[in-house]
Every structure is written in structure tokens, then in C-alpha cells.
């Protein structure tokens, strides 16, 4: 059997998916809030109860992305030279006839992907409190609208785009997040950098 290497931790892949499930519910209430959409609504009991899921899955995402920051955030905020030649052949997207550069834990990509969800979450979970609590204050009420919003496409932009990288683009990866390992010979492949750094290259 092929030795296995451990990529994402237990815990890691479980705030992977409470912030996805909550992601997915909180853009179902919004589209149905933006859109008045009774027959989603109507799932959830009414608008004032889907109001009140909205909100509190509000602060599940937000408490989710926080936690999301211990396992990303640092290695988000690191580039060097190779990264910087991964954006200078598009990651070998738009061409297989380029040469990737060797890749550290994740690329480029990647990173910049979390940390515009990073901004945006924090954008949008600041602004949906001061809506949820903050109502009689009409200059701020109205500023955090418009972030909510701004926030919101981002979103829906990146969030499909997230998806099918991790699944259809990137045969493979989907099983990661679920099991959180790969094999150590796929891993000296797409890591070489991390590998060499954990000391199994």
C-alpha cells in the first residue's frame, strides 16, 4: 500500500466545511433576501425565520473564517520567486506546454484566493452585524449595505470558481479535503517544496 502524507488536519478539514455549509446557506438567504424568493423563504418558515438563520449562520461563517486563520493565513502571506513565475505562466492553466514552477504547500493561486475571501468575509460579516444590531444608526445602516453587497459578489464570483479548481480541474483534490492525505509519491509531484522542507524528498 502507498505510503500516505498528511496535508490538511483533522480539524482543518472540519472548519473547511462549517465554513463552506455556511457560506452555501448564507448565499441561499441572500440571494432570497435581494431577490424576495418566497418559495426559498417558505423552506425556511417564513422571512423572519430565515432572517434569524441568516444572522446566526452569519456568525458560524465568521467565527469559522477566524479559526480558518491558524492553518492559512501565514502561509498565505509568504511569496517568493518561484510563486511569482506560477502567475507569469498562469499555474499551467492556459497551457501545458509551460514549465510550473516547483509548488511549497500551496500556490499562488491559492493564497491570493484566501486571502480576497479573508477580506471579503471579514467585510461582509462586520457589515451584516451593524445590520443585524446597529438599525437606527441610517448613515452606517446604508454604508454597511453597500459593503454587504460589494462583499457578496465577490463571493459569488470566487466561491464557484474555488469549486471547480478543487474538483474538476484538479482531479485529486476534493479526496484531500475529505481525508486530508495523499500519496507520499503525488505529494513529492505537486509539493516538492513542502516535501523537501518536511525532510521527505
Request: glycine content about 8%; overall charge positive.
Amino acid at each position: 500500500m502507498a505510503e500516505m502524507v498528511r496535508k490538511s488536519s483533522v480539524d482543518e478539514i472540519l472548519n473547511h466545511w462549517i465554513l463552506a455549509g455556511s457560506c452555501i446557506l448564507l448565499s441561499i438567504t441572500g440571494f432570497a433576501f435581494l431577490f424576495h424568493l418566497e418559495p426559498v423563504s417558505s423552506v425556511f418558515g417564513g422571512v423572519n425565520t430565515m432572517k434569524e438563520v441568516h444572522n446566526w449562520g452569519g456568525v458560524v461563517f465568521g467565527l469559522s473564517l477566524l479559526y480558518s486563520m491558524r492553518h492559512y493565513l501565514i502561509d498565505a502571506l509568504e511569496y517568493d520567486a518561484d510563486d511569482m513565475q506560477w502567475f507569469k505562466v498562469a499555474g499551467g492553466y492556459l497551457s501545458h506546454k509551460v514549465t510550473v514552477p516547483p509548488m511549497g504547500k500551496y500556490n499562488p493561486g491559492q493564497k491570493l484566493y484566501y486571502l480576497a475571501i479573508v477580506v471579503a468575509g471579514i467585510a461582509i460579516a462586520a457589515s451584516g452585524l451593524v445590520m443585524w444590531l446597529l438599525k437606527d444608526n441610517a448613515s452606517l445602516l446604508l454604508l454597511s449595505h453597500i459593503v454587504h453587497n460589494v462583499a457578496f459578489i465577490i463571493f459569488v464570483l470566487a466561491v464557484p470558481v474555488h469549486i471547480y479548481l478543487g474538483t474538476l480541474a484538479n482531479p485529486g483534490t476534493f479526496k484531500l479535503m475529505v481525508s486530508g492525505t495523499l500519496p507520499l509519491s503525488e505529494a513529492k509531484k505537486r509539493y516538492p517544496k513542502w516535501m523537501k522542507a518536511a525532510g521527505k524528498m
